[in-house]
């Protein structure tokens, strides 16, 4: 790449969910209507965590080790790519494979296709679309003095999926002085016996409205019920 | 009589709204002949973008990294806003209304006929019977030239314009406070705050370009409050969340002010030499004690003495807000009690440390500047100020009688249509039965019209009542200046002309005036011509432009007025060195009760409505319903509602539910999330008809700016299925 | 290393029995072309580069996967039994209708292509259509499985002989002869088509000009054209031009084909061996979507084939991976998480690390 200074740094807890990115995905000259980058809420239900995710480009990729049809290919500058077209068999083992969840098989052209960092840019110099529009430096495309300067978090690209320790191209914002991202499962999984909703934890940061809020029986039981502070309630000064 | 003779469905197959999905020449469309450094057409961020062109049509666009204010970054909107180009919706020539739906017409036919009604209405009823409506979409030339053209050319007071529904209560507040209606400080000061409260603001979905700045400061230390009924996406992460009742908010601003006089975190100093007032606020909110506030609003009491903590003793800061507590009866007195807070800490005029309001709005600044209002002339004069008065009319070569008073604004316009006061209507880039509350009643008046004219691009909801609808252009095929919601005057390029048969809006106007016998008045040739008027009629006023020039902005990416003189290089920051802009040049605070909405909860309605935005969409989605993929990122309006309030009502996520006020009613499916008060429903209001969340809205006003009452009102919700 | 002698033995199989095959079918060398005997030797140094290739490819634990599968379950009702099951006494091949449907709908329609582009699959069937007719004549008149000879005395009637079998015979004059021997250069003129709309993709594409490099694709591209070329430089030098030059051309031609052939098993052409292996994901995704069903064990929602999550495990325990979390309550495999649950799971554990 000519730019091999910048570097891709992904921070999903600044993501507002706006899809600027996902939109933008599909404007890329390789893309072509299709977005790659996924962006879904959490548990919308719990609360309006969303996560973005690009393709990690890992140093050793799953899906390309796990492809029957050797059609993932990563190129000199470690850009992992979305499956050759000769020889896709469209068997979906990346799509089930892959740790961070990230190709995408599209069934109607029995392809898979994947975040490719914009290869038709970044080739060329530019930042990534999804980095370039992000209206909230959750997705950020640059150098790693400026990210230092700029963020309290520090860039790892280091995860331990258990006992599989995974080395990706993109960094992944994390607390300070952290060699490796922490990747814990069984904490969000259900178990027999486990009294309280997994989900819960998807609020990660913000509380329930109605866990910080005061209020009061607002269904009256019945019509003589007075109602609460409305505008014969006698409780404002 | 101005009623529809085809079914709505068959308006939608001949006119859309179409979700476009694919560039105009497809995925392959090849190398743009050009790329235009332009801005973005919706909210008042005005990001910068470039868009390709090729063959005269918008063909995709390219980030502008350049442009200092969001530096390429764009929303899903401004990503997919290229797509309004070369759209299959897009009018290509006059319409007339005929017995099935309109007929195309040429421009004599259309020109003609609309004049004609006009003459013969006023002729009939008086100058005044004939009104105008505006948008705050549109270049501050056209916001110019629309208050001319009505009060020279149609010489009727009633003007007013769609920046009515949107941050008057703001702008009517600052005026009151500091004497002038702007930002008070550049966005650049965002990320120098200390500590941010943003209130009645879904920044990151109304605003996105600012949640940069807000990280940024974030980045940098900086604690954010966020005050609103619902957890917005800023709202998730922030360091304090306030979830207030609504219809609460003064007296929330009020409770804190009482917990900081409490513990002495006022700037007396600053207080003394800068303001006036402040004692009959510090006697005010005595009453407002932790205790009192968390009963009115629904905040904790820790929380607010959290919040006074956070805020009063911060070394800098930034309060910012929107429509949340300016949508109301008292959206005056809300933005008020919240600029207390600002001038009781004296942190204001400095680096990092001001206040701003989020004007919604393409140009919602620059189109509440030039005379586009009831009350207002260039420059931000008023029409009841006799000097005012005598400058315009003297600038403008007419007699001062012959200037028309203050007329009625926005609702009060429709409010008067349906008591068939007023007659005619020409309206531009407005489509109020989408967004004035009330829909119902707004359908009623506009079928009592005799003669409704409309310009725009596509047939919004309303101009389907039209008698004439005129082919006007697209922000690309025009250009000019806009001035965003930090006050910064910036230029829009043409990249397109208007295709087959449609027309630059200005020209139009100026036709329609010359055809009215007053085109001496409007000869311009090109918009760079009346840009140059709007300045020199600006020079001296409250709002000064006189020393722009079209060079001066796209050399400077934008020059901030006041900007008094061609040497000058605008003003970013107001008020600093505590010069406010009242003629003593100090502050003003106002002490203002409480006091409940214009219609609150009871037995029959209990529960709390409220509307608002999604990111996907902008205001009545004229443009935005006939984009294909922000169509489907949010395809239709939803009732959020708490877990708590949906087991009360036997509600499960995505069941049928209709939502009932006294004013209408309407079924929607419902979101059950943990993320709105238990007592508060919401519905965004960005579409028609059925799906319209505005026939359940409040159309009372504020006494003050004659805002509506979007954000409360009282409703009952019941299962349908 | 086990693999690598197995491809071995199955590159110097391929040669024997392509030697056999020209032996045999040129009737003891009696019908054998000396002068074709270079096509013959390359030929050979192709079959054995395809059979070291394809067995080192197939052995792979992934493809070795499928068409492991791909052979069972080719015996196997969709729907019924989970893989370990006792086969029947005597096999049923039920996959062979999903086999010779995926056959026609993969290879000879390419409806694959059609899907991803009208004009991408109208290139790809120019080329592989030409290419295939081409070698569909080439081969056998190199190994001598078929030769024309006069029919008697007359030399205007000559007849077919394949395998030593008369199979027709037609006059020099009829329309027959004609498509008989031009046959080469109809395959050239299809094959020139594809190449010119390949070619065009190639230069004007926006996607295809960012990721194409040249070795994978641009050298196929510039071989086929070399072989097409000199194979109608050959038809002009003996038909315009009494056969100047032909000498020459019959080199550069046998060069260039030789070259291609070589090509082909280390290169982006070798797909056309590859794409055998789609033909066991038909049969495979037909039995998994009506076989049990992976449920994410964290949001519960069908995901895949229980058949392929399983696989895929031993899959990724024979290349090396170990995605297993152990603690105190037990064991999981990251294979029975759900994509969408995985994304989630990056946000929540990166916003847990920074309290957000």
């Known amino acids: 790449m000519t730019n091999g200074d910048l570097e891709f740094f992904l921070d999903p807890s600044r993501c507002i969910g706006c899809q600027a990115c996902v939109q933008a995905c599909a404007e890329c000259g390789t893309h072509r209507g299709q977005a790659m980058i996924h962006l879904e809420y959490v548990h919308r239900p719990t609360g309006v965590q969303t996560a973005p995710v690009v393709c990690m480009h890992c140093e050793d990729p799953t899906c390309a080790r796990v492809c029957p049809a050797d059609a993932i290919k990563q190129d000199d500058h470690g850009i992992v790519h979305s499956a050759a077209k000769p020889r896709c068999v469209a068997c979906s083992n990346c799509v089930i494979a892959c740790p961070f969840g990230v190709p995408k098989m599209k069934t109607e052209l029995d392809l898979m296709m994947k975040c490719d960092m914009c290869y038709d840019r970044t080739s060329v110099g530019k930042k990534p679309m999804c980095a370039t529009v992000c209206p909230s430096g959750a997705l950020y495309y640059g150098r790693r003095e400026d990210i230092a300067a700029m963020r309290r978090e520090t860039p790892v690209n280091e995860f331990q999926f258990g006992r599989q320790t995974v080395r990706t191209k993109v960094n992944m914002m994390t607390a300070p002085d952290m060699r490796a991202l922490p990747f814990e499962v069984l904490d969000f999984l259900p178990w027999e016996g486990k009294d309280f909703d997994p989900f819960e934890l998807t609020r990660a940061g913000a509380p329930d409205v109605a866990a910080s809020a005061v209020w009061e029986d607002f269904l009256p039981a019945s019509e003589e019920a007075p109602a609460r502070c409305g505008s014969h309630c006698q409780c404002h000064p | 009589m101005a009623t529809l003779t085809i079914p709505e469905e068959k308006y939608i197959e001949l006119y859309g709204p179409t979700p476009a999905h694919t560039p105009s020449g497809g995925w392959d469309n090849g190398e743009p002949d050009k790329l235009v450094k332009t801005h973005c057409c919706f909210c008042g961020v005005q990001c910068g973008i470039q868009l390709k062109v090729k063959d005269n049509k918008v063909t995709g666009f390219e980030p502008w990294e350049e442009f200092p204010v969001n530096q390429g970054k764009l929303c899903p909107k401004g990503v997919k806003r290229y797509l309004q180009n070369d759209h299959p919706d897009r009018l290509l020539t006059p319409l007339i209304r005929s017995e099935d739906g309109f007929r195309a017409a040429g421009w004599y036919e259309a020109m003609h006929k609309t004049a004609a009604a006009i003459k013969d209405i006023q002729a009939k009823h008086g100058k005044d019977a004939f009104a105008f409506l505006g948008g705050a979409s549109m270049t501050n030339e056209k916001a110019y030239l629309n208050g001319k053209f009505a009060r020279i050319a149609l010489q009727t007071a009633n003007i007013d314009y769609n920046g009515r529904l949107c941050m008057v209560s703001a702008g009517a507040a600052n005026r009151m406070a500091f004497g002038v209606d702007r930002a008070a400080n550049p966005w650049s000061d965002i990320p120098l705050a200390k500590v941010i409260i943003l209130t009645g603001t879904n920044l990151a979905e109304c605003f996105p370009i600012l949640t940069d700045y807000v990280w940024r400061a974030r980045d940098a230390g900086a604690k954010i409050i966020v005050i609103d009924p619902r957890i917005t996406p800023i709202a998730r992460t922030a360091d304090l969340f306030l979830p207030v009742r609504p219809g609460r908010d003064s007296a929330l601003a009020n409770g804190i ?82 600029i207390n807070l600002v001038l009781a800490t004296g942190r204001i005029g400095k680096p990092g440390s001001g206040y701003g309001t989020i004007t919604g709005q393409g140009n919602g600044q620059g189109g509440r500047e030039h005379g586009q209002r009831c009350n207002q002339l260039p420059g931000g004069r008023d029409i009841n100020k006799p000097e005012h008065r005598e400058f315009i009319a003297d600038f403008w070569g007419i007699p001062e009688p012959e200037l028309p008073k203050q007329g009625l604004t926005a609702c009060e316009i429709i409010d008067a249509i349906e008591r068939g006061e007023i007659k005619g209507l020409l309206s531009i880039s407005f489509n109020p039965l989408v967004s004035i509350p009330d829909s119902n009643r707004t359908r009623a008046a506009l079928e009592k019209l005799e003669f409704f004219g ?31 919601g930090e006050g910064r005057c910036v230029r829009l390029r043409n990249s397109v002309s208007p295709p087959e048969n449609a027309r630059v809006d200005w020209k139009i106007i100026c036709e329609l005036a010359e055809l009215l016998g007053k085109e001496k008045f409007f000869t311009y040739k090109n918009a760079g011509e009346i840009f140059t008027e709007l300045t020199a009629a600006s020079k001296g006023g409250p709002i000064d432009y006189s020393g722009m020039t079209y060079e001066k902005i796209e050399q400077n990416m934008g020059v901030f007025w006041p900007c008094p003189t061609p040497e000058h290089p605008g003003t970013p920051r107001l008020f600093e060195g505590g010069k406010f802009h009242h003629p003593d040049g100090k502050a003003k605070f106002h002490a203002y009760e409480y006091r409940p909405p214009a219609e609150d909860v009871d037995p029959e309605f209990p529960i709390f409505f409220t509307s608002g935005r999604v990111v996907s969409q902008y205001l009545s989605g004229t443009q935005t319903r006939r984009i294909g993929g922000l169509v489907d990122q949010y395809p239709e309006p939803l009732c959020e509602m708490h877990p708590l309030l949906a087991e009360r009502l036997g509600i499960k996520d995505r069941d049928v539910v209709r939502v009932v006020t006294r004013r209408g009613d309407i079924t929607l499916p419902a979101q059950v999330v943990k993320t709105i008060r238990p007592d508060t429903v919401f519905i965004p209001y960005h579409w028609a008809g059925k799906k319209a969340a505005n026939q359940l809205t409040n159309r009372a006003l504020d006494p003050i700016s004659k805002i509506p009452e979007y954000k409360v009102c009282a409703c009952r919700v019941e299962k349908v299925r | 290393m086990r693999s690598r002698s197995a491809a071995l033995i199955a590159g110097a199989a391929l040669v024997l029995a392509t030697l056999a095959a020209i032996a045999i079918g040129s009737g003891g060398m009696r019908h054998f072309d000396p002068a074709l005997t270079g096509y013959a030797l390359g030929s050979l140094m192709a079959a054995f580069a395809v059979g070291y290739r394809f067995t080192v490819w197939a052995q792979r634990p992934p493809s070795r996967m499928y068409f492991k599968r791909g052979l069972q379950l080719l015996f196997r009702r969709a729907g019924k039994s989970a893989p370990t099951e006792k086969p029947a006494p005597i096999p049923v091949p039920h996959g062979a209708g999903t086999l010779g449907f995926a056959l026609a709908r993969n290879f000879v329609a390419q409806e694959f292509i059609r899907r991803r582009g009208l004009v991408r699959w109208m290139m790809h069937l120019c080329l592989s259509g030409g290419c295939t007719l081409a070698f569909a004549i080439t081969f056998p008149l190199v190994f001598g499985w078929i030769h024309f000879e006069p029919l008697g005395g007359d030399a205007e009637m000559y007849r077919v002989v394949a395998l030593g079998v008369n199979v027709d015979s037609f006059s020099v004059h009829s329309v027959k002869a004609f498509v008989m021997f031009n046959l080469l250069n109809i395959s050239a003129v299809l094959v020139l088509i594809g190449l010119v709309m390949a070619a065009w993709r190639r230069l004007t594409d926006a996607g295809e000009r960012a990721t194409q490099t040249f070795t994978e694709d641009i050298v196929p591209l510039l071989l086929i ?27 550069v031609h046998m060069v260039a084909v030789v070259s291609l052939l070589l090509y082909i098993p280390f290169s982006k052409l070798f797909h056309m061996f590859q794409r055998t292996c789609s033909l066991c994901v038909s049969r495979y995704k037909k039995v998994g979507a009506t076989g049990p069903r992976a449920h994410c064990i964290r949001c519960g929602e069908d995901f895949a084939s229980q058949m392929h999550v399983d696989d895929l495990k031993t899959v990724l325990d024979e290349l090396g991976f170990n995605y297993r979390f152990s603690g105190a309550q037990g064991e999981v495999h990251y294979q029975d998480v759900c994509p969408a649950c995985r994304r989630g799971l990056l946000a929540l554990n990166q916003g847990r690390t920074i309290g957000r």
Request: include cysteine; hydrophobic fraction near 40%.
């Open chain 3, 225 to 251: 054209f070399a072989v097409t070329a000199t194979g109608l430089a050959l038809t002009v030098s003996y038909k315009f031009l009494a056969g100047r030059g032909h000498g020459l051309w019959a080199i």
């Open chain 2, 257 to 338: 002010l009482h917990v900081m006089i409490e513990r002495g975190w006022t700037d007396e100093k600053f207080i003394a030499e800068h303001t006036h007032d402040f004692d009959k606020v510090r006697e005010l909110v005595k009453r407002y004690t932790p205790e009192v506030t968390e009963k009115i609003t629904g905040v904790p009491a820790a929380s607010i003495i959290k919040a006074a903590e956070m805020w009063g003793p911060a070394e800098t800061s930034m309060l910012l807000h929107a429509r949340g507590i300016e949508h109301h009866t008292k959206g005056v007195e809300n933005v008020l009690t919240y």
């Open chain 2, 454 to 484: 409309c310009i725009d691009f596509f047939l919004s909801e309303t101009a389907r009542y039209a008698d004439v609808v005129l082919a006007g252009s697209l922000q690309e095929e025009d250009e000019g200046t806009v001035t965003t």
